[in-house]
């Protein structure tokens, strides 16, 4: 079946404990991205990455950093997590990061910062 | 500049009445238009897309949405809601120039009345 995992899918941390989400593809896609989502908000794109080894800032990027050593996965990593960071993300894939080509989404994580 | 405006933050309706969640966009380029809809505790599926193709396009569990350039809208359309509807959906325009070329509206909550 074709998906996007991530985990964990709940996460409750205190501030400055760093933390890695997971985010995986199964399609061989060579487009993936971090959003985050917050009420009112819509989403916003934290990184992107068009290929392995090639990864470049979104709409907010502060505080989060990635990595992209294999085509499959795109981890995001809170080197030092702040309340302001508590919200829900979403990793997605696709084929290209063309405007034709649609969005496959993982079912998110809720990281709750204290 | 490219963005999106979804018109309503909360439409709610009768079972078995029409729907109708608003998108106005505003882009550079000749857009792909997207709807996605997310159901609680889960990632954002797509729905339909728009690229260049037919103006009316049919989507998933019977929504459509109609490309109108000359008012710069996408709107999307159910002819009966079922219970199942309610959700959360976006509207995104996506643009084929540059590698963050997806923007969001802020959301359309739906809710479905028994």
């Known amino acids: 079946e074709a998906q996007v995992t991530q985990n964990p899918r709940y996460l409750i941390t205190v501030t400055g404990k760093k933390l890695t989400v997971t985010c995986s593809q199964n399609m061989n896609h060579e487009y993936m991205s971090w959003y985050r989502q917050d009420p009112g908000l819509g989403l916003r794109q934290i990184y992107y990455s068009m290929n392995v080894e090639v990864t470049d800032k979104g709409d907010v990027p502060e505080g989060y950093k990635v990595s992209r050593k294999e085509k499959r996965n795109f981890p995001l990593i809170l080197e030092s997590p702040s309340p302001n960071q508590t919200s829900l993300y979403f990793c997605?894939?696709?084929?290209?990061?063309?405007?034709?080509?649609?969005?496959?989404f993982g079912p998110g994580t809720r990281l709750t910062v204290t | 500049a490219q963005s999106v405006t979804q018109l309503d933050s909360h439409v709610s309706v009768s079972e078995g009445t029409p729907v109708l969640l608003r998108c106005n966009y505003s882009s550079s380029y000749s857009p792909s238009l997207f709807w996605y809809v997310q159901h609680p505790n889960k990632g954002l599926q797509l729905l339909l897309k728009?690229?260049?193709?037919?103006?009316l396009v049919k989507g998933i569990n019977g929504f459509e949405a109609e490309f109108k350039k000359s008012e710069t809208s996408f709107h999307l359309t159910k002819p009966s809601a079922h219970m199942s509807d309610a959700a959360e959906y976006f509207c995104v325009v996506s643009v084929k120039t540059g590698a963050n070329n997806l923007f969001f509206g802020t959301g359309t909550r739906l809710t479905v009345i028994p």
């Open positions: 997605a894939s696709s084929f290209a990061p063309s405007g034709e080509y649609e969005q496959y």
């Open positions: 728009y690229t260049s193709a037919a103006t």
